[in-house]
């Protein structure tokens, strides 16, 4: 072997050490859990079309304010990140920072219902339904508001600018039944729970994180073991399971 | 020479956060005058008062909440001063001289220089700190404009864009037609300009104030008290949208030629189609004949739609159906309970917003083709009228063609006869006012 190549050979060795050294100075872990709604849930109201009902009124369209499943699973809970000016993200995050997130205007609701976006991300707002037009209305806390009108095939686009504490709602006056919310937030550790109650946030970093936790019939899910829906975990490297969080009713009778 | 600039002085007392606010905080001074009533819109103010009942964990939470609000009032007072003595910050961009002129107590000042015109002009409505929220305001609908959202709706700027000085002025001199906001046209021009100073003044510090609550109270983040990084993130980007106004000025595009009876008339005819299908949707608020009529779920602007009050009228409309009767009794108490913290959460109740009727004639913002076009362009910001038009961001909206018409429909509805809805030789009236 030539002093050259020795000493490249050298290099790269150490390069690869020293990476994997650097790669286990951060370590990620994962956070799941499952909602719980106890009791026997209300049956979501059917909505009243009034509006566009040869469009419209072919979905039996129901209020998605509180949605549980068969075995109690609660849908649309959303569990984020609190404090973040020094969270550290993963690098898997970073093909989506500049992405297009979209919000559809589908069979007269907001598909999805809550929907996380990041700063850095790009709200598209379609209309997917036939012939009509929709509008969005947001106004988020301290940052500008957007009520695009959209006509049928159409998409709108806006940023937000303001990380936000409590999702916000979208609306569209046009057809008053419609509702959403969504989520502005500067990091990507937002998880909104499945039909199952089933949520979990990807790749966090090892260590004390802050969480909050939110229900649009609720608000804040305060329960006594998460004052004002807030909760801190220790974040352990792989999986970390939170089990099920059971809720009482009397958090939704609001 | 290195003496000690107001600047200097003020960097200090930001810096003494805990001291100054002890000796400044609104309340604590001998001959009270005006303050600046700190903006706790929309929070429990439970929350901020202690109560025998609290255990440790509610009072270590009111105590935080008490010291976030001092962090507040220290630096609205550091950055803006007070009512009779307010400070512009080099940073904001506006003029001492103006403010000067229009704040204060009514009346000149010693030396005999113009001051109080806000107090003495628009105070009753809109509240020494602009809050709309004046002694006059709980009578009126609509309400005065609270600035401190920073959000306005009549103005000839691209929806989220500030409205520029001229569209200030010109809300100052025509008054809002349809409401309480009177003209003041009589106002010399220097007090009207003085009087527009001032409003975004209060603006400025309206939207800092809310960017900072936003921060202690509801992130639960701490404020670096550094002077510099509190300008840089909460004064610097509020200043930056009233520096680009000029810049967002919609001009609208050329109008398709209506030279001749039968081209109007076409237009209208056009215009008429629009406002009832379902691209444009204009019928589903302001109804088929335009009265306003076609809405039948209320309509609230983002001043109002924060207030839950309609929303607990619902539940509580649908608590009282529940037949099991105690599980009626705990639901109800617990609604009415946060009905009663919302009525004490807010300076006004919720009041309504009514699509506009459009066959009174009578807008907010002008009657001309141009203005008429930027508002089905933009539609009214802060409130459910969409944005129509086409842009970068929505290029599915409606083309200049398409408003142009709009305008020609609504423009010709007030002398249209309401019992002839749509195309009929009513509109052919109007055309002599269209061609002034």
């Known amino acids: ?254 | 020479m290195n003496k000690l600039s107001p600047a200097g002085l003020r960097t200090a007392c930001v810096a003494a956060a805990v001291l100054c606010a002890l000796v400044l905080l609104p309340g604590c001074s001998k001959t009270e005058p005006p303050q600046f009533r700190l903006n706790l819109q929309g929070r429990n103010p439970d929350d901020f008062i202690f109560a025998s009942g609290d255990n440790e964990e509610t009072r270590a939470s009111k105590e935080q909440n008490k010291a976030s609000l001092d962090t507040i009032s220290t630096v609205m007072y550091a950055f803006f001063g007070e009512p009779n003595d307010p400070y512009v910050l080099a940073e904001t961009g506006l003029d001492a001289r103006k403010i000067q002129m229009a704040a204060g107590p009514t009346g000149g000042d010693p030396s005999k220089h113009q001051r109080g015109l806000y107090r003495q002009h628009c105070a009753h409505c809109h509240g020494i700190s602009g809050d709309g929220a004046g002694p006059t305001s709980a009578f009126l609908n609509p309400y005065p404009r609270d600035y401190r959202q920073g959000q306005f709706k009549f103005k000839s700027t691209e929806r989220p864009a500030k409205p520029t000085t001229d569209d200030l002025i010109r809300v100052l001199k025509d008054g809002i037609a349809g409401t309480a906001m009177p003209s003041f046209l009589l106002l010399p021009d220097d007090e009207v300009e003085a009087l527009v100073e001032y409003v975004k003044y209060l603006s400025i510090r309206g939207q800092v104030e809310q960017s900072l609550t936003i921060t202690l109270l509801d992130d639960g983040n701490p404020l670096d008290m550094n002077p510099s990084a509190i300008i840089a993130e909460h004064v610097a980007p509020i200043v930056e949208t009233w520096n680009t106004a000029e810049s967002a000025i919609i001009d609208p595009p050329d109008r398709p030629p209506i030279d001749t009876p039968e081209l109007h008339a076409e237009s209208i005819a056009k215009g008429a189609e629009l406002f009832r299908g379902q691209k444009a949707q204009c019928m589903k608020c302001h109804g088929p004949t335009g009265l306003g009529d076609g809405g039948d779920e209320q309509l609230f602007d983002d001043w109002n739609k924060v207030k839950k009050f309609a929303d607990l009228a619902k539940q509580i409309a649908a608590a009282e159906d529940i037949t099991d009767r105690a599980e009626r009794r705990t639901q109800l108490k617990q609604l009415y309970d946060r009905l009663e913290i919302e009525k004490r959460s807010w300076l006004l109740p919720p009041q309504q917003l009514q699509p506009r009727n459009l066959r009174l004639g009578v807008y907010r913002f002008g009657r001309r083709p141009a203005d008429l076009f930027r508002r089905i362009y933009a539609g009214v910001n802060g409130t459910p009228m969409p944005q129509g038009g086409a842009n970068a961001s929505n290029p599915s909206g409606l083309t200049s063609e398409e408003i142009w018409h709009l305008v020609d429909y609504v423009a010709s509805l007030p002398y249209d006869k309401v019992s002839e809805p749509g195309v009929g030789r009513g509109h052919l009236a109007g055309i002599g006012q269209w061609h002034e």
């Open chain 1, 1 to 254: 072997m030539s002093h050259v190549s020795y000493r490249i050979a050298f290099l790269t060795a150490a390069l690869v050490a020293c990476l994997t050294v650097n790669a286990g100075a951060q370590q990620w872990g994962n956070l799941k859990g499952k909602f719980v709604y106890e009791g026997t849930p209300p049956k979501p109201a059917k909505l009243n079309i009034t509006k566009d009902p040869e469009v419209c009124g072919k979905h039996d369209l129901v209020d998605e304010a509180l949605l549980v499943g068969p075995n109690g699973g609660l849908k649309n809970a959303v569990v984020y990140v609190r404090s973040s000016k020094t969270l550290k993200v993963n690098p898997e995050y970073d093909k989506d920072k500049a992405a297009e997130i979209v919000l559809d205007n589908k069979n007269c609701r907001f598909e999805p219902h809550v929907l996380p976006i990041q700063l850095t991300q790009t709200l598209v707002i379609k209309n997917s339904d036939p012939n009509i037009s929709h509008n969005s209305n947001v106004s988020p806390l301290g940052d500008a508001a957007t009520n695009p009108l959209i006509p049928a095939a159409g998409e709108a686009k806006h940023s937000f600018k303001r990380a936000q504490t409590i999702p916000q709602p979208v609306s569209c006056n046009i057809h008053p039944w419609m509702k959403g919310y969504v989520v502005p937030r500067d990091n990507p550790y937002t998880a909104v729970s499945a039909a199952d109650g089933t949520f979990e946030i990807k790749n966090l970093p090892v260590g004390k994180v802050d969480f909050q936790a939110w229900q649009e019939k609720s608000g804040y899910l305060d329960t006594k073991a998460w004052p004002k829906g807030r909760f801190t975990y220790d974040i352990k490297p792989g999986d970390n399971d939170l089990g099920t969080i059971k809720l009482p009713a009397s958090l939704f009778n609001k």
